[in-house]
Structure formats: C-alpha cells, structure tokens
C-alpha cells in the first residue's frame, strides 16, 4: 500500500514553492486535532498537513474488490490579522501550492498504476478556510481518495460451524 503521508512530505520537500515559503510537512487527526501544525506554529510560517486517520470504503471495479482511502491534506500559511492584503497572499498562495501538488498527481497517476495504487486525479475536492482560520493562518484542505486491490476471499477456516 502507497504510505500516502510519507508521499505528501516527498512532495513538500522536493516543491520549490513549498521550499521557497517555507511550508513545513505534518501530520494531523483530523480538523480537531492540529496538533502537528500547533507544535511547530512558532518555527514555521506555512504548513502541509497531512491527516493520519482517512475514509475508507470497499468497491468493486471492473469485478475485482479495491479498498479506497480518502485523505484530507491542509494547506496553510500564517498572515498578519492587521493587514487584510496579507491574508490575500496567503490564501492565493496555498492555492497555487495545492494546483501544482494537482498537477504533480496527475503527473504521477501513472507510476502509482504501475505499483496497483489508483490515485483519485480526477476529482479532488478543496475547501478555502478562509477568515483567521487558526491564530492568523488561513488556507484550504483538499481530500483525494487513492483505490488498491484487497482480497476478500472467502476462507472456510475463519469461521466456526
């Protein structure tokens, strides 16, 4: 299976953007619990958290089982309350980080096919935080599912008569 948090940290740390703005990886659970982004909201201007829990359902594709995992990544840099062009900055500039991890996906579709690991390229829904979002940050999160074969074969000896 694709360790997708290790992924998106490789992703940050190789984007020359990210590196630029200083938007530093780290892992959440969930919208309630920040608690990678409120650990290093002092040292780091911007961060790419990604969520440790996800969605998971089971599909049928083509008659083969695949399990899909839904994540959810946070894009967000901090900006000055006091100054309302800051917060535009901001907000435009995690929404360039996310078009280009877009365009990073789709670049990368392929390869991860190659390993039985389907990236959802083709329909990645964001949410804008907007407003002071957490102690003058501001951003969006975007969710991406990702499909991978499971097996659910039936096997007799897990059950009892």
């Given at each position: ?113 190659s390993r039985l690991s389907y ?28 499909d991978e074969p499971t097996d ?10």
């Amino acid at each position: 299976m694709l360790d997708f948090i290790q992924y998106i940290e490789n992703l940050t740390n190789k984007n020359r953007l990210a590196q630029q703005k200083g938007f530093h990886p780290c892992t959440c659970s969930g919208v309630g619990y920040l608690e990678g982004i409120l650990s290093s909201l002092r040292s780091h201007p911007a961060f790419v958290c990604t969520s440790d829990i996800c969605e998971e359902s089971t599909l049928r594709r083509s008659g083969a089982w695949f399990r899909r995992r839904v994540f959810t990544v946070f894009i967000l840099h901090r900006f000055n309350p006091r100054m309302q062009r800051t917060y535009h900055e901001a907000m435009d500039l995690c929404r360039e980080l996310f078009r280009q991890f877009h365009s990073r996906f789709i670049q990368d579709e392929g390869v991860l096919q190659s390993r039985l690991s389907y990236l959802g390229v083709e329909e990645v829904r964001s949410r804008e935080l907007g407003g002071q979002f957490l102690n003058g940050c501001t951003g969006l999160y975007f969710t991406i599912s990702i499909d991978e074969p499971t097996d659910l074969q039936f096997n007799e000896q897990e059950w009892q008569n």
